[in-house]
């Protein structure tokens, strides 16, 4: 198994080569992303797509960006993320459809040992994260090694996700818990705030 493929697969490896030259092409394209202006919004998300697994339709990405290898990360149609996303991609990132994160949201799959002794001899390890359909993400978020978000969550502005969050649900605070359940009369309520704001354009 190569170190590559231990560091996907959850398990202990040290950075080599291959990795070197994958993270190298990383910060290529990042660069290039990050110089990007305002109206280079179709080279920009050019940029994302050459560097990542994968990006749905409708996708975009604001700059400032920094990411340890973008080619681990899958984003799908209608995401948005605004300025100083963060993802250290050692494992799988997966994000689904109509996802949209506040500024400087952070993913963090890169772990390391406890022990000082194996940390020190640059041994480190990754667990993948994944982030359901239809979440709204504040800004300042950490999101830490493993964790799984459901469908249908917000996520409070500044909060640390360490563990899972099951899916229809708000979770805000550090550590991030689940604060109520998302129901009925929240999609009434904005439904009919949907429905003046239509009435007003009319």
């Keep these: 198994m190569t170190e590559r493929e231990r560091m996907i697969n959850a398990k202990l490896y040290c950075c080599d080569e291959e990795l070197g030259r994958l993270n190298k092409r990383c910060r290529e394209i990042m660069a290039k992303f990050n110089k990007t202006r305002y109206e280079q919004g179709d080279d920009r998300m050019k940029y994302i797509r050459e560097l990542f697994a994968h990006v749905g339709q409708k996708a975009y990405i604001e700059p400032e960006v920094y990411f340890d290898y973008g080619c681990n990360i899958s984003v799908g149609d209608n995401f948005y993320a605004n300025t100083g996303l963060i993802i ?94 998302i129901t009925d009369e929240d999609r009434l309520y904005w439904e009919k705030q949907e429905a003046e704001y239509r009435k007003s354009k009319e």
Aim: proline share 6%; net charge neutral; hydrophobic share 35%.
């Design 88 to 181: 250290l991609d050692q494992c799988n990132v997966t994000i689904g459809d109509n996802v949209f994160f506040g500024p400087r949201v952070n993913i963090y799959c890169a772990g390391h040992p406890i022990d000082a002794g194996v940390r020190n001899k640059n041994l480190e390890y990754g667990k993948p994260v994944t982030i359901g359909n239809d979440v709204w993400v504040g800004g300042n978020t950490i999101f830490n090694p493993g964790v799984i978000v459901g469908d249908d969550v917000v996520i409070g502005s500044g909060s640390i996700v360490t563990k899972d969050i099951p899916s229809h649900v708000i979770a805000a605070g550090n550590p991030c818990r689940v604060i109520r359940k």
